[in-house]
């Protein structure tokens, strides 16, 4: 069973919470509603369910890594905005 506090309520209930946890329980201690960590019994392994799904870049920035075309890729369109006549490309250093 997966449970989650806040931080405050951690904070109160930290020596319950880790006996809850030697018992077995999973707690995730939220900050300003996100997971910020999860307290598990020594061995095991978190609750996936509890890792927030990665958004936006980063959610296929490790597919982009195994890319052998990614730098042409990029070449080719940031060739393509330069060319481009709606608006200014901007300047990458």
């Known amino acids: 069973m997966t449970r989650s506090v806040g931080v405050a309520e ?7 919470l880790l006996d809850r946890v030697a ?14 960590v999860v307290l598990v019994p020594p061995g095991s392994e978190p609750d996936p369910a509890t890792r927030p799904a990665p958004t936006g ?7 982009l890594a195994e890319w052998p075309e990614l730098d042409d890729a ?8 330069k060319n481009a006549k709606d608006r200014p490309a901007p300047d990458l250093g």
Do not use: C, M, N, T
């Not at 951690?10 to 319950?16: V, Y």
């Not at 018992?23 to 910020?36: F, K, L, S, W």
């Not at 080719?76 to 905005?81: K, M, S």
């Open 74 to 81: 990029i070449d080719d369109a940031l060739r393509a905005r």
């Open 10 to 16: 951690a904070k109160r209930r930290f020596s319950e």
């Open 23 to 36: 018992g077995g329980e999973h707690i995730v201690v939220a900050r300003r509603g996100r997971p910020a």
């Open 57 to 63: 870049f980063a959610s296929i920035a490790g597919s």
